[in-house]
Every structure is written in C-alpha cells, then in structure tokens.
C-alpha cells in the first residue's frame, strides 16, 4: 500500500483523530500516488498514523477511515463501518422510518451519506476515494438491510472539486418515483430523484417535533422556507389556525401539498415566493404570526461567503421577529457549516437590539442524532437553530 509521511508537526492533530491531510502537509510518497488510491499515513520519522484514501489533485489529499493499526483500509472495513453506522442508528429508537444511516465523517466513512427512505436507500459519494468503494458499499447495503432499491444520488458540486463522474440512477432493484415514508404521526412523500439533497431534510426531525409543543390550537403560524412541508404539516397537526407556507421552489411545493392531503390536513396555504420579499410584503401588510419559523437553505458555501451571508441571515431574523407577535416564538436556522452557532445569536442579538424587540431564548437544536459530527472538526455540527420567544 502507498505510504504517505506527513511533515513534522502534524502528527499531534492526527494523534488527535482529526481525519483529514492537507496537501501542503505531505512531506513524502513511497510512489508517485494514483488518485484515490487507500494509503498508509507516517509520521515524518515512519511511525504509524492512520489508514486513508488520497486524492493528490485537491486540498484535503487524504480522509482517513482509521487510526488503528490493527484494521487495513478494504472492502472489510468499509462494512464493518456500515454495520456499526446501522447498529448506532438502531440504539437510538428514531421515531420513523427514515433516518441517515451513514454521515460521512460521522461515521468514520468520509466521503459517503447512505440514507434510508423505509424500503429504500439514497447513497451519495463525495469524494473520488469513497467512489472507489461503490460495489462494496451497494453489496454491505444489500445484505443488511433487505431493501427493495439503492439510488445512487449525485452530488455536483463535490464531484467537480474531487474531479469525477458518476451516473445518477438506481443501482439495485427499483426505486419509484414517490416514496411514503413516516415520521412521528405525519406521512410524508419523498421524490428521491427530483428532490433536493436525497429527498428529504432528515436532519431536522427533532425541531419538527419541537414546534409541535409550541403550536397552541388556533395559532397563525409561518414557515419560512419550507421545502416540502416538515414544520407547516406539524403545526397544522398541532392544532394551528392558518397556515402559511412559502419556498420558491414549484418541486418543493407539489409535493408539500401532497404531503397536507396524505395526512388529511387541510388549511395551509403554499405560496410560491422569494422568502426576502415575501417577508417584506407581510411587514408591510401589517400581519403578525404566533409562531414563525425560519429554515434557509445554506447561505455561505465558504469562508469568504460569510460576510454576505451573515447580512442574509440578519435580514431575515429582522423580519422573522418583526412579524411575531408578542409571546410568540420565532425559530431561524442555518445550515451552513461555515456559520457557527455564535455567528447565528450574534445576528439575532443585532436583530433583537435594531428593531428593539426583547426575546429570551427557550431552545437550542442541532442536526439530529443520526448525523453526529466530529468532535475535532467544529463546523461538523452544521445545522444550528435558535429558538426564541419574544417578550
Ligand atoms: C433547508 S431547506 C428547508 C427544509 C424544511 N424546513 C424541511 O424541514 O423540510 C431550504 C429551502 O429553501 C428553499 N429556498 C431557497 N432559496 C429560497 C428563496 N430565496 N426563497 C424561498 N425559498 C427558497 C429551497 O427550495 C428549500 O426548500
């Protein structure tokens, strides 16, 4: 296997289980490296650091799958991961049928999201090193969870930084168009082919339960951004009067309204819009909600996207807390790995102090606990929420 030593220094962080190697900290190869291709990782003096894959073309060269010496980077481990990834996801007793059974880092499996929709799996592959390992990925699948079909999902803008191509489409047995998954006591349909991401935002299961318990019956509520339905149908169930719902996608919204009529819920309006003007336009049409939700999609793709995006998310928990009324609550959201959970309470402490609206803050939530992140790689834990009432 190739041998990969990084420069002196570097050996700490790894030490410290930190799974990834930046080009600029390689100090040697045994061979000229072939792209993506496992390694063996060395201190820069031969002592033994961790199994990988590299990637010499870009910056993050080598994911590292291991720290033990005792396991070797092959089709072996990549299912033992997967086996301990379903067992994980088993102790947790997620209350639905779909659920992330595999996140990439998380799982000690950079690289590859497997997701689960009842009796079929979405998988996706972020990196030329995890692509290698599709045929054993798809056979691990297979034999352990009994599925009627694998979709394989391509993710463009990571295939493009890792410099391959794959084939959307399904890689065993047949995926239908619509598939009805459960979470809680709502349906939902899930357009794993058409859909964003792979269909569905699993990652935000706790925080639709948690507007459940704020919703009074009668209550106006508003979700903003609100792909598919996930918090308009929870507050409808929890008894809400109007709802209103806005995206600006016409996909998202078709489907949402499937999603009212599966579960017999009635009373929601589905507005297609560019949230910011909408939000304005309520402003201005002088209506006030009792519970405003917030979830945009990722605003900051990187570092230098920050400023802009931080602007962004201002304007909106301006707006989200203009429009809630007293004692109501307002949630916003980010899900941008490069916006940190401080970044979000300053804007929204900005927000509270420029328009002069008191709040008190009554929750915090993360990305469910089907998507666990890396202790060393703070911006893991991606998806942030701040729940605050407003006084
Ligand atoms: C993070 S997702 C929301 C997930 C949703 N809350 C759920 O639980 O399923 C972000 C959504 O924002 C929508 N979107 C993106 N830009 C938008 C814009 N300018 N105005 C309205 N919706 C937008 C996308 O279509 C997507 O459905």
């Not at 792209?35 to 993050?60: Q, W």
């Not at 979830?295 to 900051?300: M, R, T």
């Not at 939530?365 to 701040?386: A, C, E, I, S």
Request: glycine share 8%; proline share 4%.
């Amino acid at each position: 296997m190739l041998q990969v030593r990084v420069v002196p220094g570097i050996e700490d962080k790894l030490k410290g289980f930190f799974p990834w190697i930046y080009r600029p900290e390689i100090s040697s190869f045994s061979r000229k490296p072939k792209k993506g291709e496992p390694v063996v990782v060395r201190d820069f003096g031969g002592r033994f650091l961790g199994y990988g894959y590299i990637n010499p073309e870009v910056n993050i060269a080598v994911r590292l799958l291991s720290f033990d010496k005792k396991e070797k980077l092959n089709a072996e481990l990549i299912k033992k991961r997967i086996r301990e990834a379903y067992d994980y996801r088993k102790r947790l007793y997620i209350n639905s049928n779909a659920f992330r059974l595999v996140h990439s880092e998380g799982d000690l499996l950079p690289g590859l999201i497997v997701d689960v929709y009842g009796e079929y799996v979405v998988v996706e592959f972020t990196t030329y090193g995890m692509s290698n390992f599709r045929k054993d990925v798809v056979s691990a699948l297979i034999e352990l969870l009994n599925s009627k079909g694998i979709y394989e999902k391509v993710n463009e803008y990571a295939q493009r930084i890792e410099g391959f191509k794959a084939q959307e489409g399904v890689l065993y047995g047949e995926v239908p168009e619509r598939i009805v998954v459960w979470e809680h006591d709502l349906r939902y349909n899930v357009d794993v082919q058409e859909g964003q991401k792979t269909g569905f935002f699993l990652d935000q299961r706790n925080a639709r339960k948690l507007v459940r318990g704020l919703v009074e019956p009668g209550d106006r509520c508003l979700d903003v951004f609100c792909h598919t339905g996930g918090f308009a149908l929870n507050m409808k169930r929890a008894g809400a009067g109007r709802v209103l719902a806005v995206d600006l996608s016409q996909k998202a919204l078709e489907v949402a309204k499937e999603n009212a009529k599966l579960n017999s819920l009635e009373g929601i309006e589905w507005v297609r819009a560019n949230a910011f003007n909408f939000l304005r336009d309520l402003q201005r049409a002088g209506k006030r909600f009792d519970v405003v939700v917030i979830d945009p999609p990722s605003f900051a793709k990187n570092k230098a996207a920050v400023p802009n995006a931080l602007r962004g998310y201002k304007e909106l928990c301006v707006q989200g807390l203009r429009l809630t009324k007293r004692l109501g609550y307002f949630a916003i959201f980010s899900c941008s790995h490069h916006i940190t959970e401080n970044h979000l309470i300053e804007v929204l402490t900005e927000a509270s102090y420029g328009i002069r609206r008191q709040v008190r803050v009554i929750a915090k939530t993360f990305q469910d606990r089907d998507h666990p992140w890396v202790l060393q790689m703070p911006n893991t834990l991606y998806l942030k929420g701040v729940w605050v009432e407003v006084l």
